[in-house]
C-alpha cells in the first residue's frame, strides 16, 4: 500500500505545511507578547535608582555644607619677624647658642656605627 505522487497537487501536504506556519505564527506572537511585557517591567526598574542617585546626591551636598572648612595658612606679621630676628641677634652677640652636653657621645656612637657598616659592606650583606 504505497501511494505514489499523482498529476495533480497535494491537497493534504499544503494544508499540514499551512497549519504549521499558523502555529509558527501564533506562537512567535505569543512569545512577543510576553517579551513586551518584560520589558516595560524591566524599563520600570531603573527609573527607582536615578531618583536614589538624586536623593542620594541632596545628601551629599547638605553632608559637605556640614564639613568646617580647614584652616588657611596664617602669615606672620611683619612685627613678629622683626621680634623674632632681634631675640636671634641678641642671643648671637651674648654667644649663648645651646650646647649639646651629649655631642661627644654621639659622636662615638656614628663612629662604631661606621664601622659596622663598614664590616657588612665586606661581608657583601649591604
Known amino acids: 500500500n504505497v501511494r505514489l ?3 495533480g ?3 493534504e501536504a499544503v494544508k ?6 499558523r502555529q509558527q505564527k501564533e506562537y512567535a ?6 517579551n513586551m511585557k518584560n520589558i516595560t517591567s524591566v524599563q520600570k526598574l531603573p527609573a527607582k535608582p536615578k531618583v536614589t542617585t538624586s536623593v ?5 551636598l547638605e553632608y ?3 564639613i568646617p572648612r580647614p584652616k588657611t595658612f596664617v602669615t606672620k606679621q611683619p612685627e613678629e619677624e622683626v621680634k623674632d630676628e ?5 642671643i648671637l652677640r651674648r654667644n649663648h647658642l645651646p650646647q649639646i652636653a651629649s655631642l661627644e657621645t654621639l659622636q662615638e656612637r656614628h663612629e662604631k656605627e661606621k664601622q659596622v657598616v663598614a ?7 649591604l
Do not use: C, M, N, W
Request: aromatic share 6%; proline share 3%.
Open 56 to 60: 542620594s546626591r541632596q545628601k551629599a
Open 119 to 125: 664590616a657588612f659592606r665586606t661581608l657583601h650583606i
Open 5 to 7: 505522487g499523482g498529476l
Open 64 to 66: 559637605a555644607k556640614k
Open 9 to 11: 497537487p497535494d491537497y
Open 16 to 21: 499540514e505545511k499551512v497549519e504549521k506556519l
Open 86 to 90: 632681634e631675640v636671634l641677634s641678641q
Open 29 to 34: 506572537k505569543q512569545i512577543k507578547e510576553r
